[in-house]
């Protein structure tokens, strides 16, 4: 057996014990810089800025972006800040999807009518006229087609709401279908439009932002609008006359920046998809909801003695309903054109209106 010199045994102990306590510290280091870059992420604050493309009185302040604001940084004990800016300061809902991708602000709404022309057309179908009678039956009816067939790209959908009913703010009143013709209205997509010429209206696109200012210029003479998004916006002022038939609803994507979303910690990703996004739907749809009744009731104070809310006679509705057919059949065709089983979603379509006891004739 070989023998090993006493000085020798004894430097091979010290280098051993020197190497395991070099990697001790090695992985205590590297223990420590994972735990301070974990500590550093959960303690950092992102910055959420949202855009509001309507006034800071509308309801949809106070009703929801102000209460989601303090219920987020409630809940993610001011890790998220929400920064709410109005008046479409930050850009118009029509280049919503694209500020939204391109990283302008983090999160508004997405109108897929304003963006007929992009991979969102397929949620267009909530706009068809005479279709959806509510934001709650839309709500529902819209998430589940949205599963089938929405596609979201470069950006992080929070969930899908509808609007209340659009009904018709005009300068002058409405109570036959001669009464608008040759009148300039505001348009909101290719749906209405084909309703607009079977009625002899003139179709006019401008940003939600510059409607009131272009009633009272006679650059429009009025629009089909939600009651609780036209009363907020104080349109009783320039257009007294409320046209009560339900004309259709208007489908909203929330979107979120996914850069914004992709910084965010894993507890925090979560967290605004199982608990944040859904309160926003939330109280969306519950503004809209229980603002539907004080919002006409609003309309009606407002405009005593100078205009007021008018319905159609059951013969003059049907004169108005009665385009919509060609509108829902156009749908289904340029859908086709678009390489989506245009056909196809139409019948899903139908079933989950069928489902919610609506009777769809055409």
């Known amino acids: ?20 306590v070099l990697s001790a510290c090695g992985n205590s280091e590297s223990s420590n810089t994972s735990n301070t870059n974990g500590d550093s992420k959960a303690k950092k604050t992102y910055e959420l800025s949202v855009n509001n493309f309507y006034s800071a009185t509308d309801p949809w302040v106070n009703g929801v972006y102000e209460p989601w604001k303090k219920f987020v940084e409630q809940k993610t004990n001011g890790r998220i800040k929400v920064n709410i800016t109005h008046s479409s300061t930050l850009g118009t809902a029509n280049n919503a ?11 508004a709404y997405i109108a897929p009518s304003l963006h007929a022309d992009t991979e969102l057309f397929p949620l267009t179908i909530g706009t068809l006229p005479f279709a959806i009678p509510n934001a709650e039956v839309g709500t529902r009816v819209m998430e589940k087609f949205a599963k089938t067939y929405g596609e979201f790209n470069n950006f992080i959908p929070l969930g ?24 300039k209205y505001r348009i909101t997509g290719k749906n ?17 932002a510059d409607v009131y200012e272009s009633i009272q210029k006679t650059t429009i003479d009025g629009l089909f609008f939600s009651a609780v998004g036209g009363v907020g916006g104080k349109y009783y002022e320039v257009a007294p006359n409320l046209l009560n038939l339900p004309f259709m609803v208007q489908p909203l994507s929330f979107g979120l920046n996914k850069g ?13 998809k199982e608990e944040l996004a859904p309160k926003l739907v939330e109280l969306f749809v519950g ?24 319905k159609l006679s059951p013969e003059e509705e049907k004169k108005f309903k009665a385009p919509a057919k060609k509108s829902w059949d156009l749908w289904v ?19 989950l209106l069928k489902e919610e006891g609506i009777d769809v004739s055409f």
Request: glycine residues 8%; proline residues 4%; charged residues 25%.
């Open 192 to 208: 209405d439009a084909i309703l607009y010429e079977a009625w002899g209206v003139t179709p006019v696109s401008i940003p939600i």
């Open 333 to 351: 065709e340029e859908a086709n054109k678009k390489g989506y089983p245009g056909a196809e979603m139409m019948a899903e379509f139908k079933k």
């Open 160 to 183: 899908m709401i509808t609007s209340d009913p659009y009904m018709l703010y005009s300068r002058n009143s409405v109570k036959k279908i001669e009464d608008v013709k040759n009148r």
């Open 97 to 107: 999807l694209k500020d939204i991708q391109g990283g302008v602000y983090d999160l």
């Open 1 to 20: 057996m070989l023998k090993m010199e006493k000085g020798s045994f004894t430097s091979l102990i010290v280098l051993i014990l020197s190497i395991f």
């Open 260 to 272: 914004f979303y992709d910084q965010l910690p894993q507890d925090l990703q979560k967290m605004m």
């Open 287 to 310: 503004t809209y909801t229980s603002g539907v009744d004080n919002a006409m009731e609003e309309f009606k104070k407002q405009t005593e003695g100078k205009g007021g809310i008018t």
